[in-house]
């Protein structure tokens, strides 16, 4: 585990109403006991539990900031998170866990507002124009994006409006205008503009250049993805001969990495946005051993394995609902030699590693990674081999 980290604050001024953190006030080193326990209660049955890898600096880790904007019956806008179980705004000024200049960003924003008079958004009436707004940045190469998310495509002085944020953060690589216009609990919206740069940044990780576009998924805490990714790619134990799936490839981190590695790399995904993100990113990279898919994981491989198709080893990163059992009955169709599961919920994995178990698959060693502090979550990487 992590050595012991001085807190710097005893609590998030915020905590109470937020409720985005719920291990606020809690020592780092007792968090990684915590998360640590929680991980072995769930999954010693199906390997040996490893120490939890943590940060050493915990603290504003996160390299994608949302803020949603709203405006107080006397006039005053405020910027900050929804209210836990609710969608009423905390004015949040500075998180703890979010990246500094994000923060900084969000606030000049709230400030340019008045004096450009942009009328913020009221989710109950559906009148006005700035609804929330998206800052992405790039932790090793320092780019900066900026999302305005507005229920109008139409921004008064855009241009003037970029100037004079741009005065104030020169740091700004790109602005996007993200357009959502329907009444709906969704960030974004379907339809991006480019008010400045090119649209997206790019950031390395792991020796690889990524483009991150406003709909990309990104990981949103660089320092502990490469930790986490450099051990899955360990427990594949590639050797430059195999033919390896990358499935939910998203813009194509994993299996680009990989790539370096293995003989052949297939990545599926159903996003057709971050498929195309993840054609780019492998020209970007010189990356020619490795081919996109716009299809669902789940009936691709299940395609393959009709159609007799061997692969060697299968990555699955699922979202926190983890795997439906239509995916996993593709994945043991397919029959790989080995599956490296990454998953940000121990619950569902537990359960598909238990669908797993149950078809021929077993695991050994089991590395919780924390890639949230102060949450309760963490992320964790088993390797399963076909007994």
Do not use: W
Request: hydrophobic share 40%.
């Amino acid at each position: 585990m992590t050595k012991q980290v001085k807190q710097e604050n005893d609590k998030c001024v915020y905590a109470r109403k937020c409720g985005g953190c719920t291990y606020q006030g809690i020592v780092y080193e007792k968090q990684l006991e915590k998360k640590q326990g929680h991980v072995i209660h769930l999954l010693k049955d199906f390997g040996k539990v490893h120490d939890i890898i943590g940060m050493k600096d915990p603290y504003h880790y996160r390299n994608k900031v949302h803020a949603v904007f709203d405006r107080l019956r006397d006039g005053t806008i405020i910027s900050g998170v929804y209210e836990e179980k609710s969608h009423r705004v905390v004015a949040v000024d500075e998180c703890m866990i979010e990246n500094k200049l994000a923060d900084a960003i969000i606030a000049s924003i709230r400030d340019l507002c008045k004096s450009f008079k942009i009328k913020i958004y009221n989710e109950d009436s559906g009148y006005g124009l700035l609804r929330h707004v998206l800052v992405r940045t790039g932790h090793a190469s320092g780019q900066v994006m900026v999302v305005l998310v507005v229920s109008s495509p139409i921004l008064p002085s855009k241009n003037n409006f970029v100037k004079a944020l741009r005065k104030l953060h020169p740091e700004i690589s790109t602005v996007v205008l993200n357009v959502n216009d329907k009444r709906t609990s969704m960030v974004l919206g379907e339809r991006d503009i480019v008010l400045y740069g090119k649209g997206f940044i790019e950031d390395t990780l792991c020796d690889c250049v990524f483009r991150i576009s406003p709909q990309s998924f990104y990981q949103v805490n660089p320092v502990q993805t490469e930790v986490l990714y450099n051990k899955a790619i360990k427990l594949a134990g590639l050797t430059g001969k195999e033919r390896v799936i990358d499935a939910y490839c998203g813009i194509g981190t994993i299996g680009i990495i990989a790539s370096k590695h293995a003989k052949e790399v297939i990545g599926a995904e159903l996003n057709k946005d971050a498929v195309k993100d993840a054609i780019i990113n492998a020209k970007r990279n010189g990356v020619k051993n490795i081919k996109f898919y716009n299809q669902d994981a789940g009936k691709f491989m299940a395609g393959m394995a009709k159609d007799g198709e061997k692969a060697d080893v299968v990555f699955m990163d699922p979202p926190r609902s983890g795997s439906d059992e239509a995916f996993l009955s593709s994945v043991v169709k397919l029959a790989p030699k080995k599956i490296v599961y990454i998953s940000c919920n121990p619950e569902t994995m537990a359960r598909d590693l238990e669908y797993l178990y149950k078809h021929g698959y077993q695991g050994r060693d089991i590395y919780p990674v924390d890639m949230f502090p102060f949450t309760e979550h963490v992320e964790t990487v088993v390797m399963l081999s076909k007994v």
